[in-house]
């Protein structure tokens, strides 16, 4: 807020928007929508849901029109179904017509993801009203209590806001990796 940094940040049809994702279905299933402007990272637009299948967040997607570039996915978007066709969730959202996804690995330690957050957070810039979900989420982030050892966790509180944040974290950990990844995907504006 005192840098001005959380305000109107409306969507400009001249850059792509890259969506990372936070995969859930009883918890939350999150996607932030960001547009890489110089060297801002703009976030446009947030939308969580839970107890929806994969073509739900599709159509979402499909329903904002932005002209997409990379939809990244947590290590999760790899785990093959049980019914008789045994896809991936990554095969369904293939077949649902999604292009351009990536899926980063899970890392080992969850504190390097958030300090590769604090690195790019002066360059983050949010829509005060889109993103009012994902300003509170970073705001209520926290450590869980151990009331047993009377400290703090050495891992963040598993909580809604954790839900909201997590794909800041994927964001982080990918940048580097998707800024190489951009400069393809700037070639391929087609969503579906």
Known sequence: YEDNR???VPYDSRYL???WWDLGYSDENTIIFTQQVGN???FIDFYENHGEGLGHYVNILRERGYNY?????PHDVEVHSLDEKGNSRRQTLIDLGLRNLRTIQRTSDVNDDIE???KLFSRFYFDEQKCSLLVEGCQNYKKDWDDKAG???NKPKHDKHSHRVDPLRLLARGWREHMVD???????????
Not at 69 to 73: I, M, P, Y
Request: no cysteine; net charge positive.
């Open 6 to 8: 959380i305000r109107n």
């Open 17 to 19: 928007v890259d969506t």
């Open 40 to 42: 801002e990272i703009r």
């Open 69 to 73: 570039g990379t939809h990244t996915f």
């Open 116 to 118: 590769g957050v604090r």
């Open 151 to 153: 400290t703090w966790k």
């Open 182 to 192: 951009n400069k393809e995907a700037v070639k391929i504006s087609n969503f579906f």
